[in-house]
Every structure is written in C-alpha cells, then in structure tokens.
C-alpha cells in the first residue's frame, strides 16, 4: 500500500497503521478485492494523498508448469538462455510465442551482465500468462 492509506493530517502515523492491521485482518473474505480496505482506511476523509493498495493471492503450482535453471555467469548466457527458452516452449506447444520470449531473455540477461554482476536463474512459469524471469547476482 502507499503511505496515502494511511497518512492524515490529524493522527499519528504509527496509530493509523494500527487501525489499518485491525481493519484488514476485520474483512470478511474477498473484501481486500473489491476496495473494502481502500473505501475503510483509517484516513477516510481526512486523507490527503492518493491510495493505493495491491492485493496478492497465492496458488500451488501444477507440475510442469515452472521451469529454473542456473545460467553461466560470463557471455555464453544469454545464448544458454535462448536455447532453453526455446527448447521448454517447444515442448509445451508454445513455438509461437519463441520470437519474442527470446528478445525478451537476451535483453533481460544482457542488464544482469551489465548492470548486476551475472544472470543468476531463469524461470519460466506457464500459466494464464509466460513469466520469463531472470534474475541477476
């Protein structure tokens, strides 16, 4: 959440976030959703900057769905990267997103050479959506 859920100008910032934990753990299921805690925050009215809050679920994984590897860490990763970006799309049937996923890793391997000291893991996870992640070191 940003600081607007909860900042006001007529009470202490350590008392509101009090009333905001009381107020989240208080909703009855499915609440988060649709605003219940946004409409509900302890600065209601007396809010003078915008609110956001990001609501997160979590659901096990079906088998087969995620896939991590380790990369090398010197310039034969992003090569290593596209070749097992291809390889796990073709074997879910996937080819035709392979184009733009091995753009999307060779550039995103590229900023973890540059910029943070060596690619670390890929992880691909199927699901609604491809998440392509690369992580540096």
């Given at each position: 959440?940003?600081?607007?859920l909860i900042k006001s100008r007529e009470h202490d910032?350590?008392?509101?976030?009090?009333?905001?934990?009381?107020?989240?753990?208080?909703?009855?299921?499915?609440?988060?959703?649709?605003?219940?805690?946004?409409?509900?925050?302890?600065?209601?009215?007396?809010?003078f900057d915008e609110a956001v809050l990001l609501v997160t679920t979590s659901a096990a994984l079906p088998a087969g769905d995620l896939r991590v590897w380790e990369l090398p860490q010197d310039g034969r990763a992003a090569s290593a990267a596209r070749g097992l970006v291809t390889a796990q799309l073709a074997a879910?049937?996937?080819?035709?997103?392979?184009?733009?996923s091995e753009l999307v890793v060779s550039e995103l391997?590229?900023?973890?050479?540059?910029?943070g000291n060596g690619p670390g893991e890929l992880r691909l996870l199927r699901g609604e959506r491809l998440v392509v992640e690369v992580s540096d070191t």
């Open positions: 959440y940003t600081d607007g910032v350590d008392a509101q976030l009090d009333r905001l934990r009381t107020a989240a753990l208080s909703l009855p299921p499915g609440s988060l959703e649709k605003g219940g805690l946004v409409e509900g925050a302890p600065a209601g009215a007396a809010r879910w049937g996937l080819e035709e997103l392979t184009d733009v391997v590229g900023n973890a050479l540059r910029y």
